[in-house]
Nanobody, 120 residues
Framework: EVQLVESGGGSVQPGGSLKLSCLGS????????MAWYRQAPGKDRELVST????????NYNAAVRDRFTVDRENAENRLYLQMNNLKVEDTGVYYC?????????????WGRGTQVTVSS
């Protein structure tokens, strides 16, 4: 059974930093491109960042580019999101997702999310 468990969320003031982590299990971690999504209160989920299987390619939502950095450690089955200079509008639940872009990946799976709150 594929499982994704996010951690590292919390409450910070504007300008602060957090590092999210996602631990994958039940599949071969390196077989999937990965993504972080977020959902702010009252809004649709939006794509934050993606990373290729071996971290050779990354993409970012324009709203977070230059502030967030996505990374992965396949040997540890972990995906990361370093978030710096956080803004109030970054508040939301952040989800770790497998992207089924190749036949080796077992499918699209979502974690339960971790809450990030940015407020003064």
């Amino acid at each position: 059974e594929v499982q994704l468990v996010e951690s590292g969320g919390g409450s910070v003031q504007p300008g602060g930093s957090l590092k999210l982590s996602c631990l994958g299990s039940g599949y071969i971690f390196k077989d999937c491109e990965m993504a972080w999504y977020r959902q702010a209160p009252g809004k649709d989920r939006e794509l934050v960042s993606t990373i290729s299987r071996f971290a050779t390619r990354t993409n970012y939502n324009a709203a977070v580019r230059d502030r967030f950095t996505v990374d992965r450690e396949n040997a540890e089955n972990r995906l990361y999101l370093q978030m710096n200079n956080l803004k109030v509008e970054d508040t939301g639940v952040y989800y770790c997702v497998t992207l089924a872009k190749n036949i080796e990946c077992p499918g699209e799976y979502w974690g339960r999310g971790t809450q990030v709150t940015v407020s003064s």
